[in-house]
């Protein structure tokens, strides 16, 4: 969220906004637009995160679960 809007505002941010942003942008036109661009929009990668679980509650996966120990 820092990266998005900046030291001095993120915390004011509303991030259903911002999810709300990324559901409406699709289509034809913002895939274009973001072809020559170097990393994907804002909304998008947050979009992501969030259907990740990074923003509010996260999946709970087991610790041991997928680890790698010295016993495997």
């Known amino acids: 969220m820092l990266l998005t809007a900046g030291r001095y505002v993120y915390k004011q941010v509303d991030v259903e906004e911002l999810l709300e942003q990324a559901r409406r942008f699709r289509g ?3 895939v274009v ?3 020559p661009q ?4 804002s909304v998008r990668r947050i979009r992501v995160l969030y259907d ?3 923003f509010g509650a996260t999946a709970e996966i087991p ?3 997928g ?3 010295a016993e495997s």
């Open 28 to 30: 034809f036109w913002p």
């Open 38 to 41: 170097s990393h994907p929009f």
């Open 63 to 65: 610790a041991s679960e």
């Open 67 to 69: 680890a790698v120990t």
């Open 33 to 35: 637009a973001q072809l």
């Open 52 to 54: 990740l679980g990074f």
